[in-house]
């Protein structure tokens, strides 16, 4: 450890002053504390406005009258016009593993609606492509409703009854389409 004499310290103050002369020195950017409790309870406000907003960008309204022509026998199935039948067939193996799993035991009809248009919702903006819906089987009232709500919504490409690792009749396997990322580190 060598020790600094007096006048090696102010030659390396004088090199640092010629070095950084015409620098100015930055102001604080604190904030005052009375001012810091205004900006907390906007953000507040704004938190509350923002949550409400998201919350009804995510629902969707299903309506109850909708039927639609869906197969009599077989597995419940669906595919969308614009999309390859492949896609079905890709479900019914299994190819697809589901990323996210709702499970609407236990659930009313309306309840169950909104489960669904958050998790179809959340399903496209974090892109998410395929999820799981278990309604069970019990007395059929959310199995015979969820294929009608599903065929409504835009972003639902294609379902298929899940395989039996993934919830057989009680389940169903959901295509969904995904948002476009907003940021692409490679361009």
């Excluded at 690792?165 to 396997?173: D, P, S, T, V, Y």
């Amino acid at each position: 450890m060598t020790i600094k004499k007096p006048e090696q310290d102010s030659d390396d103050f004088d090199l640092f002053r010629q070095a950084f002369g015409s620098v100015k020195p930055l102001k604080q950017d604190k904030v005052a504390p009375d001012r810091q409790e205004k900006l907390k309870a906007k953000s507040r406000t704004n938190t509350k406005s923002t949550r409400r907003e998201r919350q009804v960008t995510a629902s969707f309204a299903f309506s109850d009258m909708y039927q639609a022509a869906l197969p009599e026998s077989g597995p419940m199935r669906y595919c969308r016009d614009d999309v390859s039948s492949h896609l079905l067939k890709q479900l019914r193996r299994g190819d697809h593993y589901p990323e996210l799993i709702l499970d609407l035991h236990g659930l009313n009809r309306e309840a169950a609606k909104h489960e669904l248009s958050a998790l179809l919702h959340t399903a496209h903006k974090q892109l998410i492509d395929c999820v799981g819906i278990v309604h069970g089987i019990g007395s059929g009232v959310l199995k015979s409703a969820l294929p009608h709500l599903l065929i409504q919504h835009p972003h639902v490409m294609a379902f298929h009854q899940a395989p039996l690792e993934h919830g057989g009749q009680g389940a169903l396997l959901v295509l969904v389409e995904t948002a476009e990322p907003t940021f692409n580190p490679f361009r």
